[in-house]
């Protein structure tokens, strides 16, 4: 079982910055991959960034360039820094976890608008 608590989101201008922090209840280092989804009103929820035990990170297209993901293993905690935001980066971002099976946070409300 791993739990996992997202914090960070919020409301932000375009061209802002926030960073999304995601704490698991064991050592990320014991995980095989963490990572970042959103899902906008609407839409399927796409996965965003994802970081592997080994390191290994990925991003989205519409991403690459402005987020960066990273991880403070011992705060057991991933990190998703995001720059230059715009409004279509509008979602509820959610923490994932592979450990066997999938676990998801509860997801953290990230909303880009002037």
């Known amino acids: 079982q791993v739990q996992l608590v997202e914090s960070g989101g919020g409301l932000v201008q375009p061209g802002g910055s926030l960073r999304l922090s995601c704490a698991a209840s064991?050592?990320?280092?014991?995980?095989?991959?963490m990572g970042w989804y959103r899902q906008a009103p609407g839409k399927q929820r796409e996965l965003v960034a994802i970081?592997?035990?080994?390191?290994?990170?990925n991003y989205t297209d519409s991403v690459k360039g402005r987020f960066t993901i990273s991880r403070d293993s011992a705060k057991n905690t991933v990190y998703l820094q995001m720059n230059s935001l715009k409004p279509e980066d509008t979602a509820v971002y959610y923490c994932?976890?592979?450990?066997?099976?999938?676990?998801w946070g509860q997801g953290t409300q990230v909303t880009v608008s002037s």
């Open positions: 994932s976890a592979w450990y066997g099976s999938r676990y």
């Open positions: 064991r050592s990320i280092l014991s995980l095989d991959a």
């Open positions: 970081k592997t035990t080994g390191g290994s990170t």
